[in-house]
C-alpha cells in the first residue's frame, strides 16, 4: 500500500500503511484518550494481531482502570499495562522527575526493538503538537506516525460515535483529557482540551514526545 496526497486525508489509509510498512515493529500505546481509542478500533479492523502498551503510573482515576479494562472489551483487543520500578519521585517532589520515571522511561522499554510508534496527536491542540506531520524521522531513524495529525475533536468525536465505541467517563465529567489523578483537572469554560493537564514547570507535554530515547535494537538512538 501506498500513501498518496489523497489518503492524507484519510487516518485510517495512514494507519494501515504504517502497519502494513512496518508489520510487528510498529508500536501502538494508549492513554486512553478519544483519539488513540479511534486508532486502536482502525488497527483491529484491520488486524486480530495487534497488541497495545498503557503506561500504568500508578496514579490513574480509578475511573480510567474500568474503562481500560471495558475498552479491551469493545474493541477486542489487549493492552498490556506497562508499570515504573518501584520506589521512583513522584508529583509530590518533582513532577518533570516522576514523568521520567513514570511514563519515559517504562515507555522506552516498551518501544525498545521497535521502528515505529503510532501517536493520536493532533496539530489542533497547539502547543508543541502545532505542526506536527503525518510521519516525524527521529534522530536514529525512530518513526513516529500521526494520522490523525490534521483532523480534529469533532472528527474524532463523530467517529467514536458513528461506531458506538464508549469514551472516558470523566470526558462527560467536565474533563477535557485524561492522565493521572494528581496532574488533571477539569476545564474552565473556555479552555482547550489539554488546558486540564498539568506538567512540571507548566509544560504542555510529560516528557514521552520530547524526552523519549528508543533503542531500536541496532545500536542507534
Ligand atoms: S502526570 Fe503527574 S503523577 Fe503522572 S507521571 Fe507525570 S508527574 Fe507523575
Not at 500513501?3 to 489509509?13: E, H, I, K, V, W
Not at 474500568?66 to 479491551?72: A, P, T, W
Not at 522499554?109 to 489542533?124: C, H, Y
Not at 506516525?145 to 470526558?171: C, E, F, G, Q, S
Request: glycine share 10%.
Amino acid at each position: 500500500m501506498t500513501l498518496t496526497r489523497q489518503s492524507l486525508d484519510d487516518p485510517r489509509a495512514i494507519l494501515h500503511w504504517a502497519m502494513d510498512t512496518w508489520g510487528d515493529r510498529l508500536a501502538f500505546t494508549t492513554g486512553l484518550g478519544a483519539g488513540g481509542i479511534c486508532l486502536l478500533h482502525m488497527a483491529r479492523q484491520k488486524s486480530a494481531r495487534v497488541t497495545c502498551a498503557f503506561l500504568d503510573t500508578g496514579f490513574h482515576f480509578p475511573d480510567t482502570l474500568d474503562y481500560l479494562d471495558e475498552i479491551q472489551d469493545v474493541l477486542d483487543v489487549r493492552i498490556q499495562s506497562v508499570h515504573p520500578q518501584p520506589y521512583g519521585p513522584t508529583w509530590r517532589e518533582d513532577r518533570l522527575a516522576c514523568c521520567d520515571h513514570r511514563k519515559v522511561a517504562p515507555l522506552e522499554s516498551a518501544l525498545a526493538g521497535k521502528d515505529a510508534w503510532v501517536n493520536a496527536r493532533r496539530a489542533d491542540q497547539g502547543g508543541m503538537r502545532a505542526s506536527i506531520p503525518f510521519v516525524e524521522r527521529q534522530e536514529g531513524g525512530f518513526m513516529k506516525v500521526n494520522p490523525l495529525a490534521r483532523k480534529d475533536r469533532a472528527w474524532v468525536d463523530a467517529y467514536l460515535a458513528k461506531h458506538a465505541i464508549p469514551t472516558h467517563p470523566l470526558l462527560s465529567k467536565g474533563y477535557g483529557s485524561l492522565g493521572c489523578e494528581p496532574c488533571t483537572r477539569k476545564l474552565k469554560p473556555g479552555e482547550d482540551e489539554r488546558a486540564g493537564r498539568l506538567f512540571a514547570g507548566g509544560k504542555t507535554e510529560c516528557g514521552i514526545h520530547t524526552r523519549l530515547t528508543v533503542d531500536r535494537g541496532d545500536g542507534k538512538r
